[in-house]
């Protein structure tokens, strides 16, 4: 057994942490508190090369889930408002495509995410949450097109995308069966971006509704075959749930180091408050949750590398608790920065409210452990 990196990935890894110390980490506070998404900042990791990290060489990408994961975590460690607009833009907005696009899809689209394309996920609906099946967005065909009709809420990269992979259904009575998948790129007649969601936290990011008012698209449009739709949303969010491991294990670290070093230079009682056995325990059961979570998504990660895709077990395990330790970790790091955890001079409380939707956003945690269990016991 190896639970090393190898010495390409630590090459890898040092090569993103540097990016991220001069590029992300300065600004991080700055964006979140203006609720800017650093467009400029984001051309310079397609330059860097960051944007085509998990993608097929065919289509001019390179590394795999592990340098993906890798890069996620990094990236969420110095912002996670812009590691959500990566992590859905390489990941569950482009896993429809790569799994299921054409030849032409995939020469199209993967290529335009490398180059720093802002991608979206549409999934989710005011009545259709963890009940994907209950969504009632419309298509029908007429003639070379489809035929859009409905609206998508809480959807990020909403804003910034410059194409959305999407779902809808031919006829809500046939169920999860009446579902297809679409690609939906900007400026399509009748597709429109509505209400901005003001969120507790990733800020840079934006979350908005997706409006689909008789949006016209080419039959070409549709992503695999019809009436799977379904399978191809969950197929990618199983997938996806690796980063958002990756997004809490960032996040945790960024909130653990803040703390590692505040107690070690923060003086009461004519002591660090290091050599508080209080303090002690509270970091060393940081660190122990940190690499726990750290154990099971790099799990996650190298078996979605060498099986093809992540096993919905492992990958709902990695999320459930990667998010959950992000949120005591998150919260532990409050507690040592005392007061001063609680402003904004300090990173501590970002890190706490940027943590918490990762036990939300694709697949609750209940969500996850029903996945767990499902595969665990075998039943439906
Ligand atoms: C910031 C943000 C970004 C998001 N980004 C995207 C995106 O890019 N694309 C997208 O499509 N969606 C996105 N979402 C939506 C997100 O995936 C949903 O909010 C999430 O899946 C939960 O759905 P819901 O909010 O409708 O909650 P509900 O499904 O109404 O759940 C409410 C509560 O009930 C529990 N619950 C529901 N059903 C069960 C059950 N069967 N068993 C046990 N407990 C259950 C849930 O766990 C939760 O605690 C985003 C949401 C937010 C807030």
Known sequence: MDFAFTEEQK??????????????????????????????????????????????EKYGGSGDEVTFTIASEEISRASAGLGVAYLVSLGLGMYPVVMHGSEQHKSHYIPRVIDGSIVAFGLTEAMAGSDVAALETKYGRQGDYYVLNGTKIFISNAAEADFVTTFATRDKSLGYRGISAFVVDKGAKG??????????????????????????????????????????????????????????????????????????????????????????????????????ARLLTYRAAWLAKTEGRAPPKEAAMAKLFASEAAHRVCHKAVQVFGGYGYTRDFPVERYYRDQRITEIYEGTSEMQRWTIARQVLGTK
């Open 11 to 56: 090459m890898f890894q040092t090569m993103v942490r540097d990016f991220c110390a001069s590029e992300i980490e300065p600004y991080a506070a700055e964006w979140d508190e203006t609720d800017k998404f650093p467009h400029e900042t984001y051309r310079r990791m397609a330059d860097a090369g960051l944007c085509g990290v998990h993608f097929p």
């Open 191 to 292: 597709f429109s971006v509505g209400k901005m969601e003001k969120k507790m936290g990733l800020h840079p990011a934006s979350v908005a509704e997706l409006i689909f008012d008789d949006c016209k698209i080419p039959v070409a449009n549709m992503l695999g075959e019809e009436g799977r739709g379904f399978k191809i949303a969950l197929e990618g969010i199983d997938a996806s749930r690796v980063s958002i491991a990756s997004q809490a294990l960032g996040i945790a670290q960024a909130a653990y180091d803040a703390a590692v070093a505040y107690a070690k230079e923060r003086k009461q009682f004519g002591a660090e408050l290091a050599r508080l056995q209080a303090i002690q325990w509270m970091i060393a059961d940081m660190a122990t949750e940190i690499d726990a």
